[in-house]
């Protein structure tokens, strides 16, 4: 029998559409989105400047708009994301399951209520974690309310141990909590770098941003906002020079991103002397060849809740330097073996890893790199996701079971 399922979605993300397709290929999905980010919505959201992601995010699934009655539409309130028609839709469609992207807007608790309510098994994927900075008094408040919605909610997905962690902290039962890895479109970034390094576009792209062929590109990929940290890269970059000049001679940052500290970055890095090259907003089309160029990834936030830029670079082969702050850390960051993890904020332990990662990048075997990249792929992402919702048919089955044989 086939599954039908529906998901919900603020808006259309170019992470998801791709693994929503894949999905769509092995049940009867309908996807839902709560908003229509525009151009202007993206530059808003961090990216410095509006624009389009040039990669399809509604090609291959049936989905459909929903109406946002929010009197102020949009992504970064509770209240911006207002959809009430979707309890009808859940009601009414008897879906074997219904996944929902997060629970933290109002649309979502409007479809978690509804599929309470009409007994549809509810699947709820989100990468929480417990260090999320918050004052003593709102972590108490959310142990106090949390605990007692969260183990009622549904099953949860699960990218890693501390999502995992935090799902137990308020009480969810471990049979509620299923793995399913964050996942990109390893296929595609992994065709787009073996293309970039074979057509020589990699070659070129290095030798247009001063790196030659035996220099150390350290590549950064993201917005460039204080949370990402891109200042402690500069400062980092700055004690390698002072310390190791020759080192620093031919060590590269590459900053790919946009966003309202890029003219603050530009600056220390002239005023630093530091090799560094601005390569402003690179859309997904292009990703594959920047990657495919560079030699390790460096991901320093103060906090991020996965860090799927890493899962990018893994696909093409590259190492990554990571803060433990990042939810994958844990998950996909080998010491030595996949790459260093950056266990504080000093300039000096960052340029130590760097200097490590300058070192061990030429030898290091990507084997590791690759396996953890196509275990993050959508083909398994798929087959988990399937059978979490027969476990949960099949857990709701023998429930009737045992209550007639108790009658």
């Known amino acids: 029998m086939t599954l039908k399922i529906g998901a919900l979605l603020t808006h259309p993300v170019q992470y998801y559409s791709p693994w929503l397709a894949e999905l769509a290929g092995s049940c009867n999905l309908t996807v839902y989105y709560a908003h229509q980010q525009t151009a202007e919505g993206q530059g808003k959201a961090g990216f410095g400047a509006g624009f389009e992601w040039d990669v399809p995010l509604l090609e291959g699934y049936d989905w459909r708009w929903l109406k946002n009655v929010a009197r102020s539409p949009g992504l970064t309130r509770f209240g911006g994301c207002d959809t009430p028609e979707i309890g009808d839709i859940i009601r009414c469609e008897k879906f074997d399951a219904f996944l929902i992207f997060g629970w933290n807007r109002k649309c979502f608790i409007q479809a978690a209520w509804a599929a309470l309510r009409s007994r549809t098994p509810l699947l709820i994927r989100l990468d929480s974690e417990l260090n999320t900075p918050r004052s003593k008094l709102a972590l108490l408040l959310k142990k106090l309310a949390y605990s007692v919605v969260l183990p009622k909610l549904g099953d949860y997905l699960s990218p890693g141990v501390r999502t995992d962690a935090y799902l137990r902290h308020y009480g969810v039962q471990p049979d509620r909590i299923h793995r399913l890895p964050h996942m990109i479109d390893t296929v595609r970034f992994a065709t787009g770098a073996q293309a970039a390094r074979q057509d020589g576009s990699a070659a070129a792209l290095r030798a247009r941003h001063g790196a030659a062929e035996n220099d150390f590109a350290l590549l950064f990929a993201g917005k460039l906002i204080p949370l990402k940290r891109v200042d402690l890269v500069l400062e980092a970059l700055a004690v390698l020079k002072r310390q190791r ?79 433990e702050r990042a939810g994958c850390a844990p998950e996909l960051i080998e010491e030595g073996v996949t790459g260093w993890t950056m266990r504080s904020f000093e300039p000096g332990h960052l340029a130590d890893l760097i200097a490590t990662a300058a070192t061990a990048v030429p030898t290091l075997a990507t084997a590791r790199i690759g396996m953890l990249s196509d275990d993050a792929s959508f083909a398994p992402g798929v087959r988990r996701v399937l059978n979490v919702v027969q476990s949960i048919r099949q857990r709701a089955a023998s429930g009737r079971a045992a209550s007639k044989e108790e009658v």
């Open 245 to 323: 000049p020759e080192l620093a001679a031919r060590t590269r940052l590459w900053i790919a991103g946009d966003g309202p500290l890029r003219a603050e970055l530009e600056a220390r890095a002239a005023a630093e002397g530091l090799n560094v090259s601005f390569l402003g907003f690179v859309n997904q089309s292009a990703l594959p060849a920047v990657y495919a160029a560079a030699d390790c990834l460096v991901l320093p936030s103060q906090w991020e809740t996965w860090g799927l830029v890493v899962n990018e670079a893994f696909a093409c082969g590259l190492p990554a330097i990571v803060s």
